[in-house]
């Protein structure tokens, strides 16, 4: 498995590339990242063309089983984030 980015990492990447401070790279980060949260929230999908679509799906409830008792659990009905890549990305990665 290769090394994680994180959140900080990703503000250095970003700063680096853009040549912002730091604090201005993070201000955009999080920017960005409570843009798409805001649009999920609302139900609306986030297409970034040549990159990917942010969407939410809706999972049913459902029943489980506790693992360890066998006892029957019940699963709420939750809404799901879900990405799919777009075109650009998958060829990038595909080079």
Known sequence: ??????KVELVDAVSAASGLA?????KAVEAVLDSITAELRKGEEVRLVGFG??????RAASE????????PVHIPASKQP????????????NK
């Open 1 to 6: 498995m290769g090394a994680l980015l994180n």
């Open 22 to 26: 730091k604090n201005d790279a993070a």
């Open 53 to 58: 679509t942010f969407l939410v799906t809706q």
């Open 64 to 71: 489980g089983r506790n693992p360890r008792t066998g006892e």
């Open 82 to 93: 879900k990405f799919r890549a777009g075109k650009g990305l998958k060829e990038e990665l």
